[in-house]
């Protein structure tokens, strides 16, 4: 009987980890609303990064701009056992039923970019983007010397960061009597749609002077039509991709307000890993804008970098 039980033992032994052996990788997931806008790729590139220097294990999904989709893919990462889940919601009203399948699963959750209304997360990474529609406007303002028509291609409804945007730049114009907003219309961040949009307000106001876009692709797309028009219009984007700067420096666009998406990514990592080794974390975090013109690029916000 001894010897029949002897190498069971030894085999019970090497199968138990020894004492002090590195555990496996946390895991953490990111959910992010498309991964077809540049502004994203940078975020999920930002977050990448920062989870292979702290060494967990990162999922990232794409939700293609569907709530559908993005709820479908947060129940998949809540079935692989993530600890933390980072949401960059598509709409962010829709977004509460995604927090609240992480909630029934104790899993906790930190925004990005976009905020989940109605629903109660751990923290929020985001740009002021109010305080950056509005220097989109105050920019606008200055070039035109006070006095112009000015146009604006709105963000995706639903999105805070598209209504918060767009509030921000109308409170701006509203100080200044001598502007004039005469078209407004969503061109759901999309290139294509800031082109075609931009073509039928060129087609239907042959007098304006400005526009504003609330992101660097509808810009782009507004530029194209314009180019093709023949028409010098001054256009200012907002987050300051690689081709929004681009355009700016070759003089297309006027200028961008910069964010700082791979910072934000970096940031929702850091935060989750402070979650999960104890750490006390802050409910919002502000991430500072730039504005990028020919001129050097000058942070706003600088003040407010640090959480809180």
């Given at each position: 009987?001894?010897?029949?039980?002897?190498?069971?033992?030894?085999?019970?032994?090497?199968?138990?980890?020894?004492a002090g052996m590195a555990k496996a990788a946390d895991k953490i997931a990111l959910v992010v609303s498309t991964l077809d806008?540049?502004?994203f790729v940078t975020m999920s590139d930002g977050a990448k990064a920062k989870a292979k220097a702290l060494g967990l294990d990162l999922v990232v999904v794409d939700s293609q701009n569907d709530p559908a989709k993005e709820l479908a893919n947060v129940e998949d990462v809540l079935d692989q056992n993530v600890k933390v889940?980072?949401?960059?919601?598509?709409?962010?009203?829709?977004?509460k039923a995604s927090v609240r399948a992480a909630q029934v699963d104790n899993v906790p959750v930190i925004t990005l970019d976009r905020s989940a209304n109605g629903a109660k997360v751990i923290c929020h990474i985001a740009s002021d983007n109010v305080g950056g529609g509005k220097t989109a406007g105050e920019l606008i303002i200055?070039?035109?010397?006070?006095h112009g028509n000015v146009a604006e291609l709105e963000g995706q409804p639903g999105t805070d960061a598209a209504r918060d945007r767009?509030?921000?730049?109308?409170?701006?114009?509203?100080?200044?009597?001598?502007?004039?907003?005469?078209?407004?219309?969503p061109a759901n961040f999309d290139r294509?749609?800031?082109?075609?949009?931009?073509?039928?307000m060129l087609q239907a106001h042959p007098d304006i002077d400005a526009v504003f876009a609330a992101n660097d692709e509808m810009a782009l797309g507004a530029t194209k039509a314009i180019q093709a028009s023949g028409r010098k219009i001054i256009v200012v984007g907002f987050d300051g991709t690689r081709d929004g700067i681009a355009a700016v420096r070759n003089g297309s666009m006027y200028a961008t307000i910069a964010q700082q998406p791979e910072l934000i990514g970096s940031l929702g990592v850091?935060?989750?890993?402070?979650?999960?080794?104890?750490?006390?974390?802050?409910?919002s975090i502000p991430v500072p804008l730039k504005v990028?013109?020919?001129?050097a690029p000058v942070v706003h916000g600088a003040d407010q970098a640090s959480t809180r």
């Open positions: 009987m001894i010897r029949k039980l002897v190498p069971l033992i030894v085999i019970t032994v090497l199968l138990c980890p020894a806008n540049p502004f889940l980072l949401l960059n919601p598509v709409d962010s009203d829709a977004a200055s070039k035109l010397g006070g767009s509030n921000g730049f109308r409170e701006a114009i509203a100080g200044a009597p001598g502007i004039k907003l005469v078209a407004s219309q294509t749609q800031g082109l075609n949009v931009m073509e039928n850091e935060q989750a890993n402070n979650l999960i080794t104890g750490h006390h974390i802050p409910k990028i013109s020919n001129g």
